[in-house]
């Protein structure tokens, strides 16, 4: 199956997972690039990708909690 070169906002939608409204805030605020052709809008296949590349990962409840010794109250670690 070959892929296509660019997507109009309906299939970048269906291929990104993302919704139409936060497509057009990301082409408005400039992190996503689309083209004219006529009255349709195009998004190139490869700006939808380093688009979404450059979406912050998520933080892990592992990343966001603090140290074991820090939620009990303990300095340094130790129990002696």
């Known amino acids: 199956m070959e892929s296509s070169l660019a997507y109009s906002v309906a299939e970048a939608c269906a291929?990104?997972?993302i919704g139409r409204t936060a497509i057009?805030?990301?082409i408005n605020s400039g992190k996503l690039?689309?083209?004219k052709r006529g009255?349709?809008?195009?998004?190139?296949a490869?700006?939808?990708r380093r688009c979404l590349e450059l979406l912050p990962?998520?933080?892990?409840?592992?990343e966001r909690m603090p140290p074991a010794?820090?939620?009990i109250g303990l300095k340094g670690g130790n129990n002696d």
């Open 15 to 17: 291929r990104s997972g």
């Open 24 to 26: 057009y805030d990301m």
């Open 33 to 35: 690039i689309a083209r």
């Open 39 to 44: 009255r349709r809008t195009l998004i190139l």
């Open 46 to 48: 490869d700006d939808l």
């Open 57 to 62: 990962p998520i933080k892990t409840k592992i």
């Open 69 to 71: 010794h820090a939620r």
